[in-house]
């Protein structure tokens, strides 16, 4: 199956995510071996690194989003991979101004309809969906009220990177071999 350079890299993120929900003890080491081992391309690892980093910086606010947005749904009730698409998901509509929300939604529920159950799409897009509109102190909010903004973006160390000034490039283009 062939595979855009971005749909890939959030492929491999979800699966890290997943890694992480099960095993709190995975060290960055073997993130790095399995990053390694899955995406060939230094700027697929850079592009999956500064995703992975991202959420786990945001963690616990994007928790909290999801939290408020799933009704009569308690975060360690949902599906793991449900759980965690919708953590990527949130990360780059509230944080990854370099992305746009109807992609990360899209891309979001493409993942879900392959790794997660016949149900989890409608889940996932009705949760997404609702998050671009989530009061709060988040990049796109900042972005969308004219105020000033922060660009995330891959830096040279892969990590993502906030910018107060919005002077950050965009993230590397990658392509697949």
Not at 45 to 59: K, M, P, Q, S, T
Not at 101 to 122: C, M
Request: glycine residues 8%; hydrophobic residues 40%.
């Amino acid at each position: 199956m062939s595979f855009q350079p971005h749909t890939r890299c959030r492929e491999i993120v979800l699966q890290v995510l997943y890694m992480l929900d099960h095993n709190t003890g995975l060290s960055q080491e073997e993130i790095e071996q399995f990053l390694a081992w899955r995406l060939r391309e230094p700027s697929w690892r850079d592009e999956a690194r500064g995703l992975i980093e991202g959420v786990r910086r945001h963690r616990e606010t994007i928790d909290q989003v999801i939290s408020d947005l799933a009704r009569n749904w308690r975060l360690d009730r949902m599906a793991a991979i449900d759980r965690n698409v919708l953590r990527l998901g949130t990360y780059e509509v509230l944080y990854r101004l370099d992305v746009p929300v109807a992609v990360a939604i899209t891309e979001a529920v493409e993942l879900v309809k392959r790794f997660g159950s016949a149900q989890s799409s409608r889940f996932v897009n009705g949760i997404l969906g609702r998050v671009p509109h989530v009061e709060g102190d988040f990049p796109r909010r900042r972005q969308a009220a004219g105020g000033p903004s922060a660009v995330v973006s891959n830096d040279q160390a892969g990590t993502a990177k906030e910018l107060g000034d919005g002077s950050a490039s965009s993230p590397t283009a990658v392509s697949e071999e």
